[in-house]
């Protein structure tokens, strides 16, 4: 008779023990952070404040902020922090931007120098609206931080091109070492999640940056009412396309007008999924409820 497969033992999800002052379920325990404080935090803060750059770790209400400022590193915004895009789980504002800045790339640069990060993360906005999705800025943005800091590696968190494969070569050729995009979510949430994005486009683009010779790398949000079957089927499309690294993190509610957390992934979950990602052929997992994407980014520069 063959050996019975032993699975573990998984807790069961969190249920939300009645409402916050905000009306939002109350997180539990392994889900509350630290206030930002301490003088790295404010030595970040000066800077992003003096150069006048946007941070995803505001705008995205990000709960890691302390901890990662603190560290003396920052996940940077470009092209504007207004998106073009209206996601349901996502605390940016959206509209239609107004911001263009030419001279940005510098600022980004000689912000990321003067605080001496060994990894740096850039991100940006939707720009539907521009007919290269902001490509020349990402393209340039790079290139002035690699003039100005040849030692620091780069990660960018690009957004959905809609299928504009030469913006995207313009925006992962100027030689940073990770290029990310995000599918937030498994296919069947799409719709409701995303409803600008489609699921099969954003594998092509991750695929194609592959093709291109990068390190590719996506992030999935867990808690938006997901199955373990479709979180797998999920992880199954991302090897097959060719993603290198994979980060899944709780979903949080930004205000009450975004979709409400269906539920809290207890740890353990976290633990079996990243176990699940690369036994299914994914080469490094990042998992757990405080994950977000450029978490512990640094150490996906070499997987």
């Known amino acids: 008779m063959d050996e019975m497969m032993t699975l573990p033992v998984i807790q069961p999800n969190a249920k939300p023990e009645g409402l916050n002052a905000l009306g939002q379920p109350r997180k539990p325990n392994w889900l509350r952070v630290k206030l930002p ?25 990000c709960p890691n902020m302390g901890e990662c400022w603190g560290a003396g590193t920052a996940t940077f915004m470009i092209l504007g922090n207004v998106c073009t ?3 349901s789980f996502c605390a940016v504002a959206t509209g239609r931007p107004n911001e263009y800045d ?20 850039l991100t940006s906005v939707n720009r539907d609206e521009l007919k290269d999705r902001g490509a020349a800025i990402w393209h340039e943005t790079v290139k002035q931080v690699k003039l100005l800091s040849p030692t620091t590696t780069i990660e960018t968190l690009i957004p959905d091109v809609k299928a504009n494969w030469d913006a ?13 995009h995000n599918m ?34 996506t992030g999935i949000m867990l808690g938006l009412g997901e199955t373990k079957e479709q979180v797998y089927q999920a992880m199954d499309d991302l ?22 957390v269906a539920e809290f992934i207890h740890p353990d979950l976290f633990d ?9 052929g994914i080469k490094y997992v990042e998992s757990g409820p405080l994950v977000r994407s450029s978490y512990h980014a640094e150490r996906h520069v070499n997987v």
């Open 184 to 217: 937030e979510t498994v296919q069947e949430l799409y719709r409701r999640v995303r409803p600008q994005a489609k699921y099969d486009r954003s594998l092509e683009q991750i695929r194609r940056t592959k093709e291109y010779g990068k390190r590719t790398k």
């Open 239 to 260: 090897a097959a396309n060719g993603c290198d690294i994979l980060t899944l993190g709780q979903y949080l509610q930004p205000t009450k007008m975004h979709l409400e």
């Open 85 to 87: 895009r209206s996601c």
């Open 168 to 180: 995207l070569i313009t925006m992962i050729s100027p030689g940073q070492e990770v290029v990310s």
């Open 102 to 121: 030419e001279d940005e790339p510098r600022r980004v640069a000689e912000a990321i120098q003067l605080m001496g990060v060994k990894h740096a993360v």
């Open 37 to 61: 404080v301490g003088k790295e935090y404010a030595k970040v803060r000066s800077i992003v404040d003096e150069y006048k750059l946007h941070t995803i770790c505001e705008s995205g209400n």
């Open 272 to 280: 079996h999924y990243r176990e699940e990602g690369l036994n299914r």
